[in-house]
């Protein structure tokens, strides 16, 4: 089966009342922190800013998204030189756009 003929699509049952509320949390905090953005071939790179607590609430993220949205990658970069923060979301050409609407929509 290709993935034309069995589209990504996310379940949103996935998660419990409660695990919805701390991801969609977790979800806006890395939204207002955003402070760049690379497109990449499959997906988006997003440039964290560095506050307290930002790599729990990614990983609180990660752990929502991996329950309901389960064809997405995920890499984390933290450069200690920079104390940059990086946090990729890949996926297909498909899911690209999925991301662009989740990550980049008012």
């Known amino acids: 089966m290709t ?13 419990s009342p409660a695990q919805r509320e701390r991801y969609e949390q977790a979800k806006r905090r890395i939204k207002n ?3 760049e ?3 990449l ?12 607590g930002m790599i729990v609430s990614v990983a609180e993220f990660i752990e929502g998204e ?7 990658a995920f890499h984390l970069e ?3 030189s920079t104390e940059e ?21 008012a």
């Open 41 to 52: 071939p499959t997906g988006y790179a997003f440039r964290l800013s560095d506050e307290p």
């Open 66 to 72: 991996r329950r309901c949205c389960p064809f997405y």
């Open 85 to 105: 923060t990086w946090l990729c979301v890949t996926g297909t050409e498909e899911t690209k756009d999925l991301i662009r609407e989740a990550f980049l929509a």
């Open 37 to 39: 953005i690379e497109a």
């Open 78 to 80: 933290i450069t200690p």
């Open 3 to 15: 993935n034309e003929e069995n589209p990504p699509v996310c379940d949103l049952l996935a998660l």
């Open 33 to 35: 922190a955003i402070q």
